[in-house]
């Protein structure tokens, strides 16, 4: 198995593509610590991937708090002695998110904004703050950082910027700081996928959306050995999307 044994700290796992990766990551071995602000549901999850044979530790977090952020980092050192993997798939439109009906930015309450940027941007920051000292000193590490198509066209502008700044930012940054540690980082920007119904009526040039175990697939290659000369590099996954927007 490609993880046996590797623990993975995966954000937003109660839920879409996050619970499918701490699902597939546990089938391949994985010591999977599942990260989310639901904790009955979390704990659930978990459960059921361990009465499934797998290993996973619930971690109900707010990934808005450095504090929980650095306690569920904390917790998986002193269990295992190592953190080698965190996927942040925690995040999610703003204006959706937070029940703002009218989407458009110059109406968006500033209390949106503000829980954008801090999910979609400070999280993962945040996360990379905690287990970057860890991975430099035990010499190895990958940090996947999940963006979005928007990132790269556009689309409302507190996304889009947040999105933007994680997969180029954030992303090469950690990636140039964590190589000569043999600390890797890579971004996965989708575009729309089936973790709710109406992904299924944003247009791309195949014609439909992805599913959440095609954009897993390619996350877990990234936490691969087989991609361990891959880092700084951001991958869009949207099923030709950008080519609808430059047409």
Known sequence: MRFENRTAIITGAASGMGLCASQEMAKEGAIVYMVDVNEARVTELAQEIVSAGGRAVPCPCDVRDFDQIQAVVNKCLTDEGHVDIVIN????????????????????PLDVLDWGIAVNFRAPMLFARAVMEPMMNQKKGVIINIGSVDGETGGAVDYAAEKSGLT??????????????????????????????????????????????????????????????????????????VLLNNA
């Open 89 to 108: 798939f925690a995040g999610g439109f703003p204006a959706r998110m937070c029940g703002c009906k009218d989407g458009a930015f110059i109406h968006t």
């Open 168 to 241: 180029y930012g954030l992303t090469k940054a950690l990636a140039r700081i964590g190589a000569p540690y043999g600390v890797r980082c890579c971004a996965v920007s989708p575009g729309p996928v089936l973790t709710r119904a109406a992904m299924s009526n944003m247009k791309t040039a195949l014609g439909r959306a992805a599913e959440p175990i095609e954009i897993v697939k390619l996350v877990m290659y990234l936490c691969s050995d087989d991609a361990a000369f891959i880092t700084g590099t951001n991958y869009n996954i949207e099923g030709g999307r």
